[in-house]
């Protein structure tokens, strides 16, 4: 999923190993998007298939999903404050879009492996999370660049190294995830900031939505025009949370930063039930009633973690 966020943009040349089922080509994940990293046939970079005006329709609508909903998302985690802001900020979004567009135009068989592919990736972008707010208290320049430095050095590694068990994909992303949130909750002691006024600024908004949009189209498009190495590393760039990030240290300070990154380390799991959701439904009811009990399931998943993110400090 490009972030994902709403999921926030994750990838690895993955292939998904099923008894008595043959192996799609690798596959890119990401936060965002799912997508096979090489293969043969018509593509452009490392998106086999992939057609000039497939890739712009592609591209225009991670720019109007994210910039949408990373716009949105913000303003309503800070009328809200950290905790529900947290939750918010990540519920699907370019995901929805990612895997409709894979489905439509590499089947739905194909999406559903892919999608078994997300844990992974959402491991790196976790990792990429903590980095972030540990690192923002001193600027917001060093907080983007050695966050940055991180999630490249490790989906580099993670990309020339790939693990396809997927129960170990799944231990690592619950290991990076609760770890991650225990040192930010007791170690670092990061508390959580009540909601802030966030008046209604139509030329504010604006700003946000192309900023946040141009982020995440920018990282598609580099992902699918890439040669097939560097394509399975930017497929998995966390756009989606880089330019959620940005835009809440610049409007609400690196608190709420640090406040809304730590509860998005544990609500990053509802981008793991989506994924899983479109590999069990998609299948077996198709696209459109797959996506909406997709989407629902991780709405009722990010709901359950409501009583414990009261308990927040």
Same mark, same amino acid.
């Given at each position: 999923m490009t972030e994902t966020g709403s999921g926030y943009t994750l990838p690895l040349t993955i292939p998904i190993k099923r008894p008595g089922l043959s192996l799609p080509p690798p596959v890119c994940v990401s936060g965002a998007a799912a997508e096979p990293a090489s293969g043969g046939g018509d593509r452009i970079g490392g998106f086999q298939g992939m057609e000039t005006g497939e890739l712009a329709i592609r591209v225009a609508l991670s !720019?109007? =999903?994210a910039g =949408?909903?990373?716009s949105l998302a913000t303003?309503? @985690?800070?009328?809200? @404050?950290?905790r529900a802001g947290g939750l918010i900020v990540n519920l699907p979004s370019n995901i929805v879009v990612s895997f409709l567009f894979v489905a439509l135009t590499r089947g739905v068989a194909f999406t559903a492996d892919a999608a078994r592919a997300i844990p992974l990736g959402m491991a790196i972008n976790t990792l990429f999370i903590f980095i972030f707010i540990l690192a923002v208290r001193r600027s917001l320049p060093f907080a983007v660049l050695s966050s940055l430095a991180a999630w490249f050095a490790v989906a580099a590694a993670a990309s020339a190294f790939p693990i396809r068990s997927l129960p170990l994909s799944l231990v690592i992303y619950l290991l990076v995830c609760v770890g991650g949130f225990l040192l930010a909750e007791f170690g670092t002691k990061i508390r959580s900031v009540p909601k802030k006024p966030a008046p209604?600024? *139509?030329r504010g908004m604006l700003i946000r939505a192309l900023f946040a949009g141009t982020v995440v189209a920018s990282a598609v498009l580099a992902a699918q025009i890439a040669p097939p190495y560097v394509t399975g590393i930017l497929a998995s760039f966390p756009a989606v949370m880089m330019s959620t990030f940005v835009i809440l240290t610049l409007t609400q300070g690196p608190d709420f930063t640090r406040a809304t990154g730590k509860v998005l380390m544990l609500s990053s799991s509802n981008i793991i039930v989506y994924a899983f959701g479109v590999a069990y !439904?998609? *299948?077996r009811l198709g696209i459109v009633a797959g996506t909406l009990i997709s989407f629902a399931g991780a709405v009722v998943w990010i709901s359950l973690f409501l009583p414990l993110v009261r308990r927040i400090s």
């Open positions: !720019f109007l =999903t =949408t909903w990373i303003l309503a @985690g800070e009328k809200l @404050g950290s209604w600024n *139509p !439904f998609y *299948p």
